[in-house]
């Protein structure tokens, strides 16, 4: 989803004020920290309460989401059908979709029957990520709901080097659904302008309801103009419960998947290794890392919260084996001396993990530390292929995957100054290619020395460009036209490397312009 966030503050202010008087909603603490207060509905998961009784009826989740469905499904419009059309043609992506949603169906839907929301929003998650916890996507947003990092912080979706919250299943449902509620209240109840919303932003919905209202149309979600990916995501959403509803009618098979919860949470008392953490609960790190894909690296954060989920029928014995092993077991340790020149920052590079980790584990309370000074530098158990989940991991994959056509494997030195749009144009490729080789979204910052996988097209060894940045002063009688034809550039991205210059219908003489140029042509 693209969000744009400075709506954002305003709505959890008028979402928290309306809260008090409405009891269809369960409104949790701050989620950062996980505290007992934030996740009361989570910590209570495994357990049955009074909202779920008749939740107890069904065996399979689909009928237990389909009985919470308040949308408007019986809406004739061909976008509707498009998007049926293509699912009722994709009986393996729905196959892979149950499969992924196994882990999480079970408590999105109780979290959304809590809060007494549509129903239709547990298969949110599918048009968003297609339930990948890993999915990252052009506009930089990551996790099942697919939040973008600023809107992730609004939400209290802690960042940082060991943990991205917003692959966290439990604190990004509870953000997702706090954010589609309160832009539910912002568009008095119509669920369909909050979806619209939530997928390209509050600003563009709101704008498109006023270019309605001026020309005296209607300003329902089917008749507004909107992005192109924001008018095919409502249908989507639409036909996939449309589809889960009646899928005979539809001639597709919905794998069931148990009504009942599929992890537990742990609490490990400290940081620990997600491999220990994996042969205590007798199961896959893979399916640790499928239940907490918000670990970066190879262990938990070293700053908690420590809690894990874990399958729910290895939680007796992982706690068991737990409170057998000491606290020092839990994550490698190897130490270290200190030698002139070193820095918390050096260290922390050198052994894979940060300067604050390396000051709680040796209690250091600034900055500073001494040649000869022996420190305790956590590490994991096993090697880095072992982690098959973590950040490194999956960027390893991603650039070494074989890429179709004729083309050839480059990996290029970021240098300073470098922009995606220069590389990718030195190289005779898509900027959105180059950022989807390299696991990265086009507006991502680069920085120097950063390593770039490129795959370049063989059939054109010899073809190089040499792009200088050239700053041009615009004289009497310029035109973009013009200037554009002088140094061989496209109008569009005159305009685009200097947007403010641009904005009048004329130049000016005396204006300076950016331009950047292919000097062998």
């Not at 693209?2 to 008090?20: D, E, N, Y």
């Not at 563009?204 to 300003?219: E, Q």
């Not at 068991?320 to 920052?345: E, I, N």
């Not at 530390?369 to 994991?380: D, F, T």
């Amino acid at each position: 989803m693209q969000r744009f966030t400075p709506l954002i503050p305003l709505l959890l202010a008028l979402f928290a004020s309306s809260c008090a008087n409405h009891q269809a909603i369960v409104q949790p603490a701050e989620p950062t920290k996980k505290s007992e207060q934030s996740l009361v509905l989570v910590d209570d998961y495994s357990a049955t309460t009074p909202a779920e009784e008749d939740a107890q009826e069904f065996d399979n989740i689909w009928p237990r989401i389909i009985s919470d469905y308040r949308l408007n499904l019986n809406v004739d419009n061909p976008r509707i059908t498009a998007q049926l059309n293509w699912y009722k043609s994709h009986q393996g992506y729905l196959n892979r979709v149950a499969d992924r949603g196994v882990r999480y169906l079970h408590f999105i839907a109780e979290q959304i029957e809590a809060r007494q929301l549509p129903g239709e929003l547990a298969m949110l998650p599918i048009v968003e990520s297609a339930f990948d916890p890993f999915a990252y996507s052009h506009g930089r947003a990551s996790g099942v709901w697919q939040f973008i990092p600023a809107t992730g912080r609004d939400f209290g979706l802690q960042q940082d080097w060991w943990h991205d919250g917003r692959r966290d299943i439990r604190a990004a449902t509870e953000g997702a659904l706090r954010y589609l509620n309160a832009l539910q209240r912002e568009f008095d109840g119509d669920w369909l302008l909050a979806l619209a919303a939530y997928n390209s932003g509050a600003g563009t919905v709101r704008k498109a309801i006023r270019k309605n209202r001026r020309k005296g149309k209607p300003t329902d979600f089917w008749s507004l103009s909107l992005p192109k990916e924001t008018r095919a995501y409502v249908p989507k959403l639409i036909a996939l419960a449309k589809l889960v509803k009646d899928p005979a009618k539809y001639g597709v098979e919905l794998k069931p998947i148990d009504n009942k919860p599929y992890f537990a949470i742990v609490n490990t008392g400290g940081q620990i290794d997600l491999s220990q953490a994996a042969e205590l609960a007798d199961t896959s790190l893979e399916e640790i890392y499928r239940l907490n894909p918000e670990y970066n690296r190879w262990a938990t954060h070293p700053s908690g919260p420590h809690e894990l989920l874990i399958p729910v029928d290895k939680k007796e014995i992982f706690e068991q084996q737990l409170a057998s092993m000491p606290a020092t077991s839990r994550v490698k340790w190897q130490r270290y001396k200190v030698k002139g020149g070193d820095s918390l920052l050096t260290i922390a590079r050198r052994f894979r993990t940060t300067p604050d980790a390396l000051k709680q584990a040796n209690s250091i309370r600034g900055n500073i530390i001494r040649a000869g000074q022996q420190l305790l530098i956590p590490g994991a158990f096993k090697g880095q292929d072992a982690y098959s989940h973590s950040v490194s991991q999956r960027m390893a994959r991603l650039k070494t995957a074989r890429r179709p056509g004729n083309s050839q494997r480059l990996e290029y030195a970021v240098r300073s100054g470098d922009s995606f749009w220069q590389i990718a144009r030195n190289h005779d490729v898509k900027v959105s290619q180059l950022a989807r080789w390299n696991g990265m979204a086009p507006g991502d910052p680069l920085k120097a020395g950063q390593k770039l996988v490129i795959w370049s097209k063989k059939s054109q060894p010899n073809k190089r460009e040499v792009i200088r940045k050239v700053n041009y002063r615009v004289r009497s009688g310029d035109s973009l036209a013009r200037i554009s034809q002088k140094f061989n550039v496209r109008v569009s991205d005159i305009r685009r490397w200097n947007s403010r210059q641009t904005k009048n219908k004329y130049l000016q003489p005396g204006q300076k312009l950016t331009l950047y140029v292919d000097v062998t042509r």
